[in-house]
């Protein structure tokens, strides 16, 4: 990676602009990222993506068995 990750985020600037685009474009309402967030990266994330956040941890505890 050219860049360090931030820890609010676990991504660079540059690549959460870039999902927060596609977000937009595609009218998402919720976006879900396989790595544990802690709580307040879930708010900033969900503040830059203007959608709810999850993580994989999440479908786990709310997804029930599969």
Do not use: W
């Not at 396989?34 to 830059?48: D, E, G, I, K, Y």
């Amino acid at each position: 990676m050219s860049r360090p990750f931030s820890r609010r985020t676990l991504l660079t600037h540059g690549k959460v602009r870039e999902i927060a685009e596609v977000c937009r474009k595609a009218d998402v309402g919720a976006a879900v990222f396989v790595n544990t967030l802690t709580p307040v990266q879930r708010a900033v994330l969900a503040s830059m993506l203007g959608c709810l956040v999850f993580s994989g941890e999440d479908l786990a505890v709310y997804g029930g068995t599969a």
